[in-house]
């Protein structure tokens, strides 16, 4: 009996220890939910250019008036943001694990949608017999199932750019411009490479920003197509459109 009653205060110091290291939800709702419409991420979707996330369905509407990130306000795409979106696994299966029954009442409620619309039911993939597949197999079906647009640039990013930072990242004590060369939209304007930059190099609001195209100072309003065509072939190298910038400390 002695044996018996060490065990089970073992066992009860077991359960103890472990219940005292569980977090409580309300720690974790700000990293599980959705900033639109403060619930838990559905369909969990990252913008990929500032790893910001949101319900599928919130952003997509969210897309519908704006092309700008809700929470940061960065320009994620000039004419078709919902090219940068993705999907994230990950994040979804990390809430459906952290909070219970929100997996099983999403389905119920998509159930009833579609059994309400007279639509037939998606069904769910079969993870089973699809594991037992070939390799190769399944990678050639995924190559097919892919959709081209991930691999395809927009007809309307028809802008390369390469930014030349004129300046030392050691004397502003700045963060570095990783993303030197980028495509976006010829109706971009010299505004929106600045506030690429700001965002990027994490500048301060009251730093100065000027760009430069050969030895003209581009104007804010200037489009990026418009200086393309008027700066002509010196201002290209090898095809993309070469802008120099510097930063403008703040006087005193």
């Keep these: 009996m002695t044996l018996f009653y060490f065990l089970l205060i073992l066992l009860f110091g077991f359960f103890f220890l472990v219940l005292k290291r569980l977090l409580p939800l309300t720690e974790l709702y700000p990293y599980i939910h959705c900033g639109l419409c403060n619930g838990f991420y559905i369909d969990a979707t990252t913008i990929t250019e500032c790893l910001h996330s949101f319900c599928k369905s919130c952003i997509v509407k969210h897309f519908f008036y704006s092309n700008m990130c809700p929470n940061c306000g960065i320009v994620v795409h000039q004419t078709q943001p919902l090219y940068n979106l993705r999907p994230d696994r990950q994040l979804q299966d990390i809430v459906y694990k952290t909070v219970p029954y929100l997996e099983e009442a999403e389905r119920a409620q998509m159930r009833a949608f579609y059994k309400e619309r007279r639509l037939p039911i998606p069904k769910p993939v079969n993870t089973a017999k699809s594991s037992m597949l070939p390799i190769k197999f399944l990678k050639q079906k995924q190559r097919d199932h892919m959709p081209q647009s991930i691999f395809t640039i927009p007809p309307e990013l028809d802008v390369s750019l390469m930014l030349d930072f004129v300046g030392s990242n050691e004397v502003f004590h700045l963060q570095p411009l990783e993303r030197k060369y980028i495509r976006v939209s010829g109706e971009a304007t010299i505004r929106h490479v600045?506030?690429?930059?700001?965002?990027?190099?994490?500048?301060?609001?009251?730093?100065?920003?000027?760009?430069?195209?050969?030895?003209?100072?581009?104007?804010?309003?200037?489009?990026?197509?418009?200086?393309?065509?008027?700066?002509?072939?010196?201002?290209?190298?090898?095809?993309?459109?070469?802008?120099?910038?510097?930063?403008?400390?703040?006087?005193?």
């Design 194 to 252: 600045e506030l690429f930059i700001r965002r990027k190099m994490e500048l301060s609001p009251n730093m100065k920003v000027d760009v430069v195209c050969g030895e003209h100072l581009l104007e804010q309003r200037q489009s990026l197509r418009e200086v393309q065509i008027t700066m002509g072939e010196n201002a290209l190298q090898d095809g993309m459109l070469v802008l120099q910038f510097g930063l403008v400390l703040p006087t005193q």
